[in-house]
C-alpha cells in the first residue's frame, strides 16, 4: 500500500487498543479458573483471537457479548485434548505460555505457527518445562515449531535461573508451577513485565516477590474474576513518537497502561527531551492519559536493564532517534534478533533504505540523528511493529513516495491503525 508521507502535523485525541499481553493472560487465566470470567477491553487483534481459538480447541467455551468477553472457565483439570493441532498463528506469547500451561495436562498436543513463528526458538521453554516433567521437542536443536508437548499430572517444582531477561518464559514457568507440587522459584535476569505475576493475585493465587526471585507453591486452584484491559503502551508508543517528530502535533492518548514494567519508552522520551505529560492518573487501576507534543531532541544510550522494560518499543525508539541531536546507542537487545523477525537487522535495513544513517551491532544500533527520510519500498516481513514504525516514519518524507508491502500484519495488534492515523492527520 502507498503510505501518507510529509505530514503538516497531527492533532486529535486517540484510544488505543486493549493491552496484548494482557489480554492473552486474561484469556489463559480465565481459562484455567473456575467459574466465570469477564474481561472488558480486550484487544481484538490477530494474536489474541488466536489465544481465543485455541482454547476453544481446548473445549472451553468462550463467549462474545457485545464487547464483553465471557468465559466460562474449567479448571486446571478441565481442559480436553483438542482433535487438531493448536494453531498459534503469528503469536509467540500464545505459544510459549500455553506451553506452560499444557506441560501439566494429561495428553500429547503439537502446536503450530505461521512462517514467521515457526524460525523462532522454544527452547527456551522447552528446557525448563522438561525439568519440571512435561516432554516438549520440536525442530532441530532450538526446538522450532511444530512444538509437540505431552504433559504430565504431576509436574515437579523446580529453582530456574533465566538465562535471558524474557517475560514469556516467566510466565510459561509459572503457569506450569501452579499445576506442580513444591515451591517454583524463578530468578530473573533483568525484571521484565509482571502481568503474570499480577493476574495470579487477581484470580486468588499465592505469589511472592523479592527483588528478581519470584516463587510459587503449587499446586493452586483459581477463581474466575472481572478483568478490564488497559490501553497498550507498545501501540501508544507509534504516537507518542509521531507526536515529538512531526512539527505542530499535539496528540492526546486516552487510558494507556502505566504499568512501572512497561513504561522504559517513556523514561526514554523524557531522558531524549521529550514533552510528555500525565493526566488523569489512577494509580490502583495503573492507567493515565498521556499528551505528546513536537518536541527538540537529543541522542542518548541505552542499555542494561531498562532494555526488557521497552524492547517492544525499540524499533519505533530507532525512528525517534534518526531525529534528535547526536548519537543514539541501543545496547543489550540481543533479544530482538528472535522476535516476529530480527529486529535488529530488519530496523536498520527499513531505516537505512529511507536514507538513516544507522548500523547494526550484535545486541543493539547505533545511530546519527538529524537525517532526512526519503520515499522507497519496504516491507513489514510479517512483523506488525516494523510496519507501524514505517507508517509513522513516513510521516517525514519530503521526497518520494513510501510503498508498504504486507501491511495486513498489523492486524496482529493494531486493527484500527490506519484509521487513527488519517483522523490525526485530519487534524
Known sequence: MELKTNADS????????????????????????????????????????????????????????GDQLVIHGRGFQGLTAPSQVLNMGNSGTSMRLIAGLLAGQSFEVTMCGDDSLSKRPMDRVALPLNRMGARIWGQKQKHLPPLTIKGHRHLQAITYRLPVASAQVKSAILLAALQAKGTTTVIEKDITRNHTEAMIRQFGGQIAIKGKEISLTGPQR?????????????????????????????????????????????????????????????????????????SSLKGITLSGALIPRLIDEIPIIALLATQADGVTCIRDAQEL??????????????????????????????????????????????????????????????????????????????????TDLERLCRG
Not at 484487544?43 to 468462550?62: A, H, N, P
Not at 515529538?244 to 492518548?253: E, F, W
Open 337 to 418: 534478533r528472535v522476535k516476529e523477525t530480527d529486529r535488529i537487522q530488519v530496523v536498520t535495513d527499513t531505516l537505512k533504505s529511507m536514507g538513516a544513517d544507522i548500523v547494526a551491532t550484535e545486541d543493539g544500533m547505533i545511530i546519527q540523528g538529524k537525517t532526512k527520510l526519503h520515499g522507497t519500498k519496504v516491507s513489514t516481513f510479517g512483523d506488525h511493529r516494523i510496519g507501524m514504525m514505517t507508517a509513522v516514519a513516513a510521516l517525514l518524507v519530503s521526497k518520494g513516495q513510501v510503498y508498504l508491502e504486507r501491511e495486513e500484519t498489523i492486524m496482529t495488534s493494531y486493527p484500527e491503525f490506519f
Open 222 to 294: 483459581l477463581k474466575g474474576q472481572k478483568i478490564y484491559v488497559p490501553g497498550d503502551i507498545s501501540s501508544a508508543a507509534f504516537w507518542l513518537v509521531a507526536g515529538l517528530i512531526v512539527p505542530n502535533s499535539d496528540i492526546l492518548l486516552e487510558n494507556v497502561g502505566i504499568n512501572p514494567t512497561r513504561t522504559g519508552i517513556l523514561e526514554v522520551i523524557k531522558k531524549m527531551g521529550g514533552q510528555v505529560y500525565y493526566d488523569h492518573v489512577d494509580e490502583k487501576e495503573q492507567v493515565a492519559n498521556l499528551r505528546v507534543r513536537y
Open 10 to 65: 497531527l492533532r486529535g485525541t486517540i484510544k488505543v487498543p486493549g493491552d496484548k499481553s494482557i489480554s492473552h493472560r486474561a484469556v489463559i487465566f480465565g481459562a484455567v479458573a473456575e467459574g466465570k470470567t469477564t474481561i472488558d477491553g480486550l484487544l481484538k487483534g490477530e494474536d489474541v483471537l488466536s489465544t481465543i481459538q485455541v482454547f476453544r480447541d481446548l473445549g472451553v467455551l468462550i463467549e462474545e457479548k
